[in-house]
């Protein structure tokens, strides 16, 4: 376990986080209506580490995760995905390093007119070096390690909510990204389809030594964590394992 929490082994010095956010702040709108969003943010994140950001509706966690995945262009500080530079980087430059994260919401976002393994190929048909493997073989084999060998050919329609959101993992984690951004994906499952999933995000990314950063209100789900972040109006208030006691 990685962490920069002070009364935990810190990552050895040679070690580059994956995510450097340092000074960030971030800002809506323009003019009068301008309204900071995100207050100096420092946040450093190494290789393999689970994080869980968490804290109230509002308090700024899916405008980080969204930077921190070079889905929207960073304004003020610095903010490095795999030691490239965000802020002020181009769309074309946010383009090439969002073809190293994968990325689960919510709503599984599958196409519902492709079958589970037509939406898991189509992630691997986004990245040249997949081009000349056989992506049907490699779908189905992922789709066996989420347990649904047996549905590749289904629809989404034609399956539970869990096994939409395993399919989701499926395809998020095919590619082998060094990063997987989730944004509440328990929200819209049950107890246990829910706690199924994490454990399974968290068993596929240590064997790819893969970073997932996981925005959440289910506390259910804190201690699959190597490190929890709690955000309040912006601002990063704790940063650590024992972040979790903020929840309770
Ligand atoms: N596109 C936007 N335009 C203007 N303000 C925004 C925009 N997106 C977010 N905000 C504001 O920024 C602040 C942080 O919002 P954000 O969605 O990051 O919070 P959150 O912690 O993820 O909340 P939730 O848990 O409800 O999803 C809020 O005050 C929100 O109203």
Known sequence: ??????????????????????????YF????????????????????????????????????????????????????????????????????????????FQAHNLMTFLTAKENVRMSMELHDEFLDQDMDAKAVAMLESVGLGHRADYYPENMSGGQKQRVAIARALVSQPKIILADEPTAALDKKSGRDVVELMQKLAKEQSCTILLVTH???????????????????????????????
Do not use: W
């Not at 990685?2 to 702040?25: A, C, F, G, M």
């Not at 699959?224 to 929840?247: F, H, P, Q, S, T």
């Open 29 to 104: 709108g323009s003019g009068d209506l301008r309204k900071q969003a995100l207050f100096d943010i420092n946040l450093d994140i190494y290789p393999g580490d689970i994080i869980i950001m968490t804290g109230p509706s509002g308090s700024g966690k899916t405008t980080l995760l969204t930077l921190m995945g070079g889905l929207r262009s960073a304004q003020e500080g610095s903010l490095k995905i795999l030691g490239q530079e965000i802020c002020g980087a181009s769309k074309k430059q946010l383009t090439q390093i969002r073809c190293n994260i994968g990325y689960i």
């Open 1 to 26: 376990m990685q962490t920069l929490d002070s009364s935990q082994s810190k990552p050895s010095p040679t070690t580059e986080p994956v995510i450097y956010v340092h000074n960030l702040n971030h």
């Open 218 to 248: 289910d506390n259910r789900i804190l201690d699959i964590a190597d490190r929890i972040v709690y955000m309040e109006d912006g601002r990063l208030i704790k940063d650590g394992i024992d972040a979790a006691a903020k929840m309770s």
